[in-house]
């Protein structure tokens, strides 16, 4: 089955930075796209950034420029590196995968913690 871990989230001061880490299982990670959106209490769920089976990838107005998604087929993982941080960025990151071949599939992670606070 398919199956994310999630690593990296956490406490960090504002102008700190972040390393989110997914690894995925269950599926043939080289042809997906990869994502990481957020949430923050009370806020829809947000585009973060994506990075595309060939690698192209976009973010979110809000992170341009601060953040940088990255991705290591060899080790099913997607990463999101992530530079002076605001408490704005404080939410819950969530990994999403979405087939770009044969039948849509997307799949979720059950999200990590992220805390901007002084």
């Known amino acids: 089955q398919v199956q994310f871990v999630e690593s990296g989230g956490g406490l960090v001061q504002p102008g700190g930075s972040l390393r989110l880490s997914c690894a995925a299982s269950g599926f043939i990670f080289s042809i997906y796209a990869m994502g990481w959106y957020r949430q923050a209490p009370g806020k829809q769920r947000e585009l973060v950034a994506t990075?595309?089976?060939?690698?192209?990838?976009n973010y979110g107005d809000s992170v341009k420029g601060r953040f940088t998604i990255s991705r290591d087929n060899a080790k099913n993982t997607v990463y999101l590196q992530m530079d002076s941080l605001k408490p704005d960025d404080t939410a819950v990151y969530y990994c999403?995968?979405?087939?770009?071949?044969?039948?849509?599939?997307?799949?979720w992670g059950q999200g990590t913690q992220v805390t901007v606070s002084s």
């Open positions: 999403h995968a979405k087939s770009v071949h044969g039948t849509p599939r997307e799949y």
């Open positions: 990075i595309s089976h060939i690698s192209s990838t």
